[in-house]
């Protein structure tokens, strides 16, 4: 019995949350598999957010609550495959990550990855244009190796996904605010615009409640399976 946390926000910017139970053999709380698909949905073209969602030096500046700092280790070919980045990253949580990717292809819709160091897996990015919109979709699948996370699955477990639904919806919400501030046509319309979320702060009480948190979260899980394997 395994967990699948689809996220996604409809038209009018509000989260829905489908949490789902799926069988894998071999599967437990006490896994350090996840899978994530984060659904985004902004008003634009897909050049445009290509343009942001690709640029590595500005990752820092638009999306700062997540990424610390991005280094270049390799630039890949003329179309970005095989370019290798070196992130610092972190979520509400109290402790960062040290990991990279190497962008593994190219495709007509968006682009895949491949994640090692505290994350090993793989990501897909893909874009499509909805009319004014562009439905951005980014599914996420990879093991934490990061020994507080691999070493204690079974309380990290549900923090981890809710460190990682915390940081897409920043993620979103950055996003939106970086696009227009590169539609300002002048200064005084740049500065109109507020500043993305900045990173939460690193204090050990924010582990603790985080800690409390999971409690919660363990019990209310424990609940949902009893009930689906009491159906099934």
């Not at 139970?21 to 659904?39: L, N, R």
Request: glycine fraction near 6%; proline fraction near 4%; hydrophobic fraction near 40%.
């Amino acid at each position: 019995m395994g967990i699948f946390l689809y996220l996604s926000n409809n038209k009018h910017g509000k989260y829905v949350h489908k949490l789902r139970y799926v069988t894998k053999k071999g599967y437990s709380m006490t896994s350090k598999e996840y899978h994530f698909i984060t659904q985004w949905h902004v008003q634009g073209v897909v050049k445009e957010v290509t343009d942001i969602i690709s640029d590595r030096d500005a990752l820092v500046h638009w999306w700062p609550s997540v990424y610390l700092s991005v280094e270049e280790l390799a630039p890949g070919d003329v179309d970005g495959v095989g370019k290798v980045l070196r992130l610092h990253t972190k979520g509400w949580l109290p402790y960062t990550l040290l990991w990279q990717f190497r962008i593994s292809a190219i495709h007509s819709d968006g682009f895949s990855l491949v994640a090692s160091g505290d994350f090993e897996g793989r990501g897909i990015w893909t874009f499509k244009q909805n009319g004014q919109w562009v439905d951005i979709t980014y599914d996420w699948k990879v093991n934490a190796e990061k020994p507080l996370l691999r070493y204690f699955s079974f309380l990290m477990k549900p923090i981890f996904s809710a460190n990682h639904y915390w940081a897409m919806a920043k993620g979103e919400e950055s996003l939106k605010l970086e696009l227009a501030r590169r539609r300002a046509t002048t200064e005084q319309e740049r500065l109109q615009i507020p500043a993305p979320p900045s990173p939460t702060s690193n204090s050990p009480m924010s582990l603790v409640l985080a800690t409390l948190a999971s409690i919660v979260t363990l019990g209310c899980l424990g609940y949902l399976a009893t009930k689906v394997i009491a159906k099934t």
